[in-house]
C-alpha cells in the first residue's frame, strides 16, 4: 500500500510534464503554421519562377521515366528542395483529378509548390523544441523555439521553395542532435538524427559541409571522457559518416547512376559558383561593388537580427559566467552553447572568404542566434527577478519569457507577409537595409501587377520592366511584358517598371534609364517604407517633346510633348498633357490655339476643354500622361509658309489666361501674353522645335 502512495505522485508528474510538453507542441504548430501558410502564393521569388519550379518539375519527370542521372540538375544541389517542389506538383495534380481545383490562380499553384517546405520547416521547428528539452530548462527551451519560428530572416526562407531554407532548418537539427549526442545523452538515435538531417542539409546546399569539421571536432573534444577515446572516434565516426552518406546516396537518385557526375556538380558549386563574383554586381553600405569585403556578413548579421535577439547577443557576454545559477545549466549545456557560437563564428568567416555575396546566404546560423538569444534573454529576466525587493516569485522566468514570446510573435506578424524585406528596427529597419544591401527578389511584383490590372487599356500595350519573371504570372491574361533587350521600348509599350535593384546595382541600361530619375512615376510600390518598384506611363510617340509648365506652382499643368499634322482645311494638332501632382488648377481650365501669322495676326482659332468631352481635368491621374487631338480648321486661302502656333490655358469664368513658361522666343509675334508659341511650317505640315 505504501508503495502504491508512494508511486502516485511520481504518477502525477508524468501526466503533467506530459500534459505540458503536448500542450506545448500544440502551440508552437499555432506560432509557426500560420506564419508559414498564410498568403503563401502571395508573391514569387525570381530564384522560384526561374529555377526551382522548373527544376522541381523536371526532377519529377526525370523520376517518372526512371532516368536517374537526369536528377542532377543544380549545383546546390538542391536536392531537398526539387523533392519537395515535386511532392507539391504531385498534391496539386491528386487535388485538381479529385475536381477541388477548377480553375486555380497563379497564387494557388505558387501555394502548391511551397507548401510541403513550409510544413517540413514547422516541423523541424517542433523537433528542435523536442531536442532542446533535452539541453535547456523547458521554459527557455519553448521561448528559443518561439524566437526560431518567429524570426522574420528565417520566415523569409521557410516560405518560398528553395535552398537556403531548407539547409538551415536541417542543419540545426543536425547540430542540434549531434549536442545532445556528444554532451548530454550518448544514445544512438541523436546520432543517426545528426547524421540524417547532415546529409539533407548538403543535399539542399554545399555550405552545409561546414557542419562536418564542427560534429568532428564536438566527436574529438568528448573522446577522453570516453575512457577509450581511439575507439570512441573511430566507432562513432563510422556510424555518423556512414549515415551520413547513405543519406547522401539514397535521397539524391544520381548518386545512384552517375556519381562522378554529382561530384563533379558538387565541385561545380563550391569553385565556380562561390569562387566568382555574382554576375549582376553587388552593393553594399551604399556603394556598387562586386567583391563586398569582409564586413559585408558582420553587418548582415546585426542587421538581419530583431530588436530582440540583438538584446539577447548582446547581454549573453554578460550573464555567460552566471548561467548556472540564474538557469541551472549544466557544464554539458554550455559546452553545447558555445558549439553554437562556434557553428556562427566559423560559417560567417567561411563565407566571407568567398567573392560572391548575399546577405541571404547567413540565415542558416539565424536559429542558432535565436537560442542563444533566447538563453540570455532568460538568465537576463531571472537576474532581474532576483534583484528585485523583495525577490520576484518564481514565475519569473515563464512570465517573462511569455512576455518575449509575444513580442516576438507579433513582431513576425508586424513584417508579414514581406519578411524578406525585414531588417532590425532598432537599426534603421527596412530603410537601412536597401541603404546596405541590394533587395528585391521578387516581393512586390503582385503589387504593381496588381496596378497594372486594373488600368482599362492593360491588354493592349506591352509592359517593359527591369524584373518580368516575376511579375508577367501575376498580369491579366492578355498582359505581356518585355525586357526591352534591343535597347528601345517596342512597339505598344504603355507601361514601364523598374525595380529598386536596378538602380542600386546601377545596372540601368536604355530605355529604362531614360525614366529612373528623369520621369515622374504614375505609381510607386512601397514595403515598410521603402520604395521596391516604380511604374511609369509611355505615351504614344509624338514628334516633338516639351516640358512647359502652365498654371501656378503649387498646381501645374505639363505639356509634355506635340505633333502636327495639315490638310488643305484643317491642321490636327496632338498635345500630351501631364498632371504631375494631385492639385489642379480650379475651375478647369479651356485650351485656345491661335494659328498667328509673323506680324501677330490670328488666322484660325480653336477654344476647347483639353481632352476634348472624353475626361474632365477632375479624373486625371497624377503623372499619367493625357493625349488628344484637336483640329484646327484653317483659312481656304491660306498660303504656305511659316506660321506660329500659340497654345494656353485660360479660366472659362474669367477669361484671365494661366502663366506659362518658358517666355516665348525673341522672334515671335505678340500673342497677348502668358501663351506658349511654337513654330510651324504648314507648306511642309511639321512640327519644328523653337529656336533657343
Known sequence: MMHILQTLPNEQSRLRFRARHGWSLLLLVAIALPLRLHSLGGFVTLDEVTFWFERSQRFREAIRMGDYAATAISSHPGVTTMWLGAAGL????????????PNPDYATLVLFY?????????????????????????????????????????????????????????????????????????????????????????????????????????????APATGNPVRHILTTGAAWGGTFLLTLVVVYPAVWSDPLGVYGWLRFGVEAEGAVPHMQGNFFLGQVLDTPGMLFYPVALALRTTPISLLGLLLLPLVWLRLEPLLG???????????????ILLFTLAMSLFPKKFNRYLVM?????????????????????????????ARALPLGAATIAALALLNGWWWHPYHIAA?????????????????????????????????????????????????????????????????????????????????????????????????????????????????????????????????????????????????????????????PTP??????????????????????????????????????????TYTWTHPLLLPADLPPGP??????????ATLGRLPVAPPPPPDAPNAGGNALLL??????????????
Not at 90 to 101: E, F, P, Y
Not at 644 to 652: K, N, Q, S
Open 90 to 101: 504531385w498534391l496539386r495534380d491528386s487535388v485538381a483529378a479529385a475536381g477541388w481545383l
Open 365 to 393: 546560423v539565424f536559429p542558432a542566434v535565436n537560442i542563444l538569444a533566447a538563453v540570455a534573454l532568460s538568465a537576463a529576466v531571472t537576474w532581474l527577478a532576483r534583484l528585485r525587493q523583495p525577490p520576484a516569485p
Open 114 to 222: 511551397r507548401l510541403p517546405a513550409a510544413l517540413v520547416h514547422t516541423g523541424a521547428i517542433v523537433l528542435g523544441f523536442v531536442l532542446l528539452q533535452r539541453m535547456l530548462p523547458f521554459a527557455v527551451a519553448l521561448l528559443a523555439a518561439v524566437l526560431w519560428a518567429t524570426d522574420p530572416f528565417v520566415l523569409a526562407f521557410s516560405r518560398i521553395l528553395h535552398v537556403d531554407g531548407l539547409m538551415t532548418s536541417l542543419a540545426t537539427l543536425s547540430l542540434l542532435a549531434a549536442c545532445i549526442y556528444w554532451q548530454h545523452r550518448p544514445q544512438w538515435g541523436y546520432l543517426l538524427l545528426s547524421a540524417v538531417c547532415a546529409g539533407l542539409a548538403v543535399l539542399s546546399k554545399s555550405p552545409a559541409l561546414v557542419l562536418l569539421p564542427i560534429i568532428a571536432g564536438m566527436a574529438i573534444l568528448a
Open 643 to 652: 506660321y506660329w502656333l500659340a497654345v494656353g490655358l485660360y479660366d472659362p
Open 329 to 343: 545549466l549544466t557544464p554539458a549545456a554550455r559546452r553545447s552553447l558555445l558549439v553554437l557560437v562556434v557553428f
Open 423 to 579: 531588417f532590425n528596427q532598432a537599426l534603421g529597419g527596412a530603410p537601412m537595409g536597401a541603404r546596405t544591401f541590394v533587395i528585391s527578389w521578387g516581393e512586390g511584383m503582385e503589387q504593381v501587377a496588381a496596378w497594372l490590372n486594373q488600368q482599362p487599356e492593360i491588354t493592349g500595350v506591352r509592359i517593359a520592366s527591369t524584373l518580368r519573371r516575376p511579375l508577367q504570372p501575376y498580369l491579366v491574361y492578355g498582359a505581356q511584358t518585355t525586357a526591352a533587350e534591343q535597347g528601345v521600348l517596342p512597339a505598344q509599350t504603355g507601361y514601364v517598371v523598374i525595380d529598386v535593384a536596378a538602380p542600386q546595382r546601377e545596372r540601368l541600361r536604355p530605355p529604362f534609364d531614360a525614366f529612373y530619375g528623369r520621369e515622374l512615376p504614375v505609381h510607386t510600390v512601397t514595403i515598410h517604407g521603402v520604395a521596391y518598384a516604380w511604374i511609369y506611363h509611355v505615351p504614344p510617340p509624338v514628334d516633338v517633346a516639351r516640358n512647359d509648365q502652365f498654371g501656378l506652382p503649387n498646381a501645374p499643368l505639363v505639356l509634355r510633348g506635340y505633333s502636327l499634322a495639315h490638310t488643305t482645311s484643317a491642321l490636327s494638332v496632338t498635345l500630351q498633357w501631364q498632371l
Open 679 to 692: 513654330p510651324i511650317e504648314l507648306g511642309t505640315a511639321s512640327a519644328q522645335e523653337p529656336t533657343p
Open 583 to 624: 492639385a489642379r488648377p480650379q475651375p478647369e481650365p479651356l485650351l485656345f490655339l491661335h494659328l498667328l501669322d509673323a506680324a501677330g495676326n490670328r488666322l484660325a482659332q480653336a477654344d476647347v476643354p483639353l481632352l476634348g468631352d472624353s475626361l474632365p481635368l477632375a479624373a486625371w491621374s497624377p503623372r499619367r
